[in-house]
């Protein structure tokens, strides 16, 4: 497995889901992990964890829809640590609804937690990355196939993860002579409490139907998990992915291919 031994890194949405799992990932091969949440108690819990089996993490109440906030994270690990070596940009949310079932203020609260949270957290995390010696990182943005492919009724969703990509290009081209890498994953469906949140949200009375129609869409026959994406994480912020830079790495159980 790829090792982090003396990295230090920052994963924002690490109170749950895939965060979560990237976050313990990063713990057990060696990274001192900053865990990033809106949710600082959730954060805290996952801190406990990763602590309990003799990993180092902290808990950092962060909201990436606030630059300041962004800004104090970088610096919260590197006046704790020296120095910051990657940036997982895992915070997210979603919606549904088709262009004109799109109200502005949802559209708005939508690009303010998928892009401009993205952009906050690699600005500052960037401008740590130019200045530390040695100079540069790694940066994982987690977009998705919806960036990619149109999803029936995802209309903002399907924007801010496009966006996603899109900065995920512009980074890694900007800043290839200054060894920062960057590149995104692109996950299909995976049961999280995302996941969860929207079937109570959408479909409240057939939760169980729903979930099952969800698995079906998948080519494998199943939704992915939360540890089924963090060790793609783990390769590109590791220093074997030493040539990987602008990619879109897909992990979507064939749903792209079909």
């Known amino acids: 497995m790829f090792r982090l031994d003396g990295k230090t890194a920052l994963v924002t949405g690490a109170g749950s889901g895939i965060g ?22 959730a954060a805290g819990r996952v801190a406990a964890e990763i602590g309990a089996t003799g990993g180092q993490a902290f808990p950092w ?7 300041e906030s962004a800004r104090a994270a970088v610096a919260a690990v590197v006046e704790r640590h020296g120095r910051l070596d990657i940036l997982v940009n895992n915070a997210g949310i979603g ?11 949802d559209f708005h ?3 303010a937690v998928n892009v401009d949270g993205v952009y906050y957290c690699s600005h500052a995390a960037v401008a740590q990355m130019l200045v530390q010696d040695p100079r540069g990182g790694a940066i994982v943005n987690l977009a998705s196939v919806a960036g990619m492919v149109a999803v029936a009724r995802r209309f903002a969703y399907c924007t801010t993860k496009g966006a996603v990509i899109s900065m995920t290009q512009s980074t890694a081209m900007d800043y290839v ?7 995104c994953i692109c996950p299909g469906t995976v049961e999280t409490p995302f996941v969860e949140a929207y079937l109570r949200k959408y479909h409240a009375g057939e939760i169980e139907e729903t979930r099952q129609a969800l698995h079906a ?21 590791s220093d074997e992915a030493a040539y990987v830079t602008g990619a879109q790495m897909v992990i979507d159980g064939g749903l792209t291919a079909r």
């Open 20 to 41: 979560r799992e990237i976050a313990l990932l990063f713990a057990e091969q060696g990274a001192v992990v900053a865990l990033g949440d809106i949710d600082e108690d």
């Open 177 to 183: 002579d200054q060894n920062i890498r960057c590149n």
């Open 61 to 67: 109440r962060l909201d990436v829809t606030d630059v």
């Open 109 to 111: 609260r939508l690009m």
């Open 95 to 105: 919606m549904v609804g088709d262009l004109l079932e799109t109200a502005p203020d």
């Open 217 to 237: 869409r998948q080519p494998l026959g199943r939704m992915g998990r939360p540890e089924e994406i963090a060790p793609l994480a783990l390769y590109l912020a």
